[in-house]
T-cell receptor, first 111, second 112 residues
Framework: SQQGEEDPQALSIQEGENATMNCSYK?????LQWYRQNSGRGLVHLIL?????REKHSGRLRVTLDTSKKSSSLLITASRAADTASYFC???????????FGGGTRLMVKP | EAQVTQNPRYLITVTGKKLTVTCSQN?????MSWYRQDPGLGLRQIYY???????DKGDVPEGYKVSRKEKRNFPLILESPSPNQTSLYFC???????????FGSGTRLTVV
């Protein structure tokens, strides 16, 4: 069962613009993770945010977590054509042993 | 190089012919997992293992078997493949479920 749901499902922007993707989930979590997948290839871990954290940065990535709203957002600043990929959020429930993925957002960055 | 290695990358097989997809990691990770990815359904967990000889079902375990006899290997076994198991399969490993996962490159399986 999918725990996280991403919004929007698809996003198209120009190079240099910022891209924001949102993720909502249903149950209390231990942590939330974001992954990138280039077409048909393996997923790459981007960032992990724990339930007691509100914001985290990694390079051009900024992730926020609002546990009261059960939602997270991923912001990619100054996007590049190479950022074109699908982005997935994934959650680990409290006391859980599984990482459950949402449906993903397909991001296209036009040069 | 730290990695998760899956084999084969591509496989076409016939219904009912047993097959094994291998997965190996060189990071001494405790946790390993198998996912399948299907259009419109996203990634769904098949099985996971928290340590040697410890395995548990994910969301879609029917028709699959796994084993974890050694820490580095976590093969996925399809005893009698059916066309609805045609999918893209990923193996992943991690120190624990509370750390980021390293994914393999995937195995595209077609069952005819």
């Amino acid at each position: 069962s999918q725990q996280g749901e991403e919004d929007p499902q698809a996003l198209s922007i120009q190079e240099g613009e910022n891209a924001t993707m949102n993720c909502s989930y249903k149950t209390s979590i231990n942590n939330l993770q974001w992954y990138r997948q280039n077409s048909g290839r393996g997923l790459v871990h981007l960032i992990l945010i724990r339930s007691n954290e509100r914001e985290k940065h990694s390079g051009r990535l900024r992730v926020t977590l609002d546990t009261s709203k059960k939602s997270s957002s991923l912001l990619i600043t100054a996007s590049r054509a190479a950022d074109t990929a699908s982005y997935f959020c994934a959650t680990v429930r409290n006391a859980g042993n599984m990482l459950t993925f949402g449906g993903g957002t397909r991001l296209m960055v036009k040069p | 190089e730290a990695q998760v290695t899956q084999n084969p990358r591509y496989l076409i097989t016939v219904t009912g012919k047993k097959l094994t997809v291998t997965c190996s990691q060189n990071m001494n990770h405790e946790y390993m997992s198998w996912y399948r990815q299907d259009p419109g359904l996203g990634l769904r967990q098949i099985y996971y293992s928290m340590n040697v000889e410890v395995t548990d079902k994910g969301d879609v375990p029917e028709g699959y078997k796994v084993s974890r006899k050694e820490k580095r290997n976590f093969p996925l076994i399809l005893e009698s493949p059916s066309p609805n198991q045609t999918s893209l399969y990923f193996c992943a490993s991690s120190w624990s479920v509370n750390y980021g996962y390293t994914f393999g490159s995937g195995t595209r399986l077609t069952v005819v």
